[in-house]
């Protein structure tokens, strides 16, 4: 990853400074592994467009390219101009060691509910942890889910990031639903919406939703330009 700073007008790139010339916003560009699909840049933008379908708030994204080669890259939501916001994942908040994690996303949903103090905050995560299982991003750590603070002291749940199609080298989800890393379906989801009393009818508007998008995803991978055989691919590893 690099941070950067992008013109949209002009379609320039300068390396980050703490205070941006006029015209300049703080963005973050991602660079494949070796272990990433050939594609991964333009399928991280496919789910993007998918998330925000599904009635996630994402910062924006979108694709920079150079000789020919793709990169994923994103506004930067901890800045405001050339003003820093605070920012904490759960994975600090909660002292989790996101490595050798025992994170729930009932304990997510605890925490943003004690910060935000609002009742939305459990659908918010409840929202979340549902496109993360119906899209297979099994790589749902700790510090993945981060909250910001602003100049009044008051909480949010950041934008999600790092929302793509990947596994986990034990093959269960990083961060259990209702107790469960291995397979978790929509009936996790009821019991997390359960032990918080969340009604039923908003968990399953929820899953609708998030199904609905999801259920366009080769639309979304089309226009994103990702390649056929990651399209069928993560079309068969998504749950149905």
């Known amino acids: 990853k690099i941070f950067v700073a992008w013109n949209e007008a002009t379609d320039q790139l300068i390396t980050q400074k703490e205070n941006l010339p006029d015209g300049f916003v703080h963005w973050l560009i991602k660079f494949p592994s070796s272990y990433d699909l050939p594609d991964i840049a333009h399928i991280e933008y496919a789910y993007y467009k998918m998330a925000k379908a599904a009635g996630l708030v994402m910062s924006p994204c979108r694709l920079f390219e150079s000789n020919g080669k793709y990169y994923f890259g994103t506004e930067r939501f901890d800045r405001n101009s050339n003003k820093r916001l605070h920012l904490h994942s759960a994975a600090g908040l909660m002292h989790d060691n996101f490595r050798l994690s025992n994170m729930d996303y009932g304990h997510i949903m605890d925490a943003a509910f004690s910060l935000e103090q609002h009742y939305s905050a459990y659908e918010k995560v409840l929202r979340l942890a549902a496109f993360n299982i119906y899209?297979?991003?099994?790589?749902?750590?700790?510090?993945?889910?981060?909250?910001?603070?602003?100049?009044?002291?008051?909480?949010?749940?950041?934008?999600?990031?790092?929302?793509?199609?990947?596994?986990?080298?034990?093959?269960?989800?990083?961060?259990?639903?209702?107790?469960?890393?291995?397979?978790?379906?929509?009936?996790?989801?009821?019991?997390?919406?359960?032990?918080?009393?969340?009604?039923?009818?908003?968990?399953?508007?929820?899953?609708?939703?998030?199904?609905?998008?999801?259920?366009?995803?080769?639309?979304?991978?089309?226009?994103?330009?990702?390649?056929?055989?990651?399209?069928?691919?993560?079309?068969?590893?998504?749950?149905?």
Do not use: C
Not at 143 to 160: I, T
């Open 135 to 240: 899209t297979h991003n099994k790589d749902d750590h700790s510090k993945n889910v981060s909250f910001l603070m602003d100049a009044n002291g008051q909480w949010r749940l950041a934008p999600p990031y790092d929302l793509t199609y990947s596994n986990t080298a034990h093959a269960y989800y990083s961060t259990s639903v209702a107790g469960v890393r291995k397979n978790p379906t929509a009936q996790h989801l009821f019991e997390l919406g359960r032990i918080f009393s969340v009604p039923k009818t908003s968990v399953q508007q929820i899953i609708d939703e998030v199904r609905d998008a999801t259920r366009q995803w080769r639309t979304f991978a089309q226009e994103a330009g990702v390649r056929n055989d990651s399209m069928k691919i993560i079309a068969q590893a998504m749950l149905s």
